[in-house]
């Protein structure tokens, strides 16, 4: 079965970097264009970023770009999400999800990223 | 990229029908059939449960559909369950190659 299991969250200090891994299993990860999505503490989803299946198009929401990066390793079957600058605002669970029919149609368990000083 | 707008809440007894609207704009909800809508319990991934606005994934009651009218996309769900109770976001692709959600509607048994 489709499986996506997120990792690298923690606690950081405004300005900082993390590194967030989603390992994939259960499909054939190089067919399958893939997202970051995000959840504030009691808030709702927000959309973070995609790249798609062969890492050759990536694309950021405007509070992101500039700061996050999204990359792939299909060998490894792996997606990440380089995030730097981090801010006090982009404290949330962060699920990595797969794409489908422009849709996520299967989500991982998440990882928190808490920014604070 | 403003979010999508939905009710903050909704309710129903079983057996009711409830619906749940999520406004755009013609640069996403307007501009695509690429609508999908999500459920989500407390402390758990969000669920597909339906996407391009009225198809729905293996697995998904036939309970669940979706319609679209202009900038605005329903969910309607139809012989409510008390398992139906939960947090439902929409969600459209958009005319910049991104992605935006609704706020998110608590559906609420009574």
């Known amino acids: 079965q489709v499986q996506l299991v997120e990792s690298g969250g923690g606690v950081v200090q405004p300005g900082g970097s993390l590194r967030l891994s989603c390992a994939a299993s259960?499909?054939?990860?190089?067919?399958?264009?893939m997202h970051w999505v995000r959840q504030a503490p009691g808030k709702g989803l927000e959309w973070v970023t995609f790249i798609r299946n062969d890492g050759n198009n990536q694309f950021y929401t405007d509070s992101v770009r500039g700061r996050f990066t999204i990359s792939r390793d299909n060998s490894k079957n792996t997606v990440y999400v380089d995030m730097n600058s981090l801010r006090v605002d982009d404290t949330a669970v962060y699920y990595c999800a797969r794409d489908f029919r422009w849709g996520f149609d299967s989500w991982g368990q998440g990882t928190l990223v808490t920014v604070s000083s | 990229q403003s979010a999508l707008t939905q009710p903050p809440s909704v309710s129903g007894s079983p057996g009711q029908s409830v619906a749940i609207s999520c406004t755009g704009t013609?640069?996403?909800?307007?501009?695509?059939?690429?609508v999908s809508w999500y459920q989500q319990s407390p402390g758990t991934a969000p669920k597909l449960i339906l996407y391009e606005v009225n198809n729905r994934p293996s697995g998904v009651p036939d309970r669940f559909s979706g319609s679209k009218s202009g900038n605005t996309a329903s969910l309607t769900i139809s012989g409510l369950q008390a398992e139906d109770e939960g947090n439902y976001f929409c969600?459209?692709?958009?005319?910049?190659?991104?992605?935006?959600f609704g706020g998110g509607t608590k559906l609420t048994v009574l």
């Open positions: 259960g499909f054939t990860f190089r067919n399958y264009n």
């Open positions: 013609s640069t996403d909800v307007g501009g695509h059939s690429l």
């Open positions: 969600t459209s692709y958009t005319s910049t190659s991104t992605w935006v």
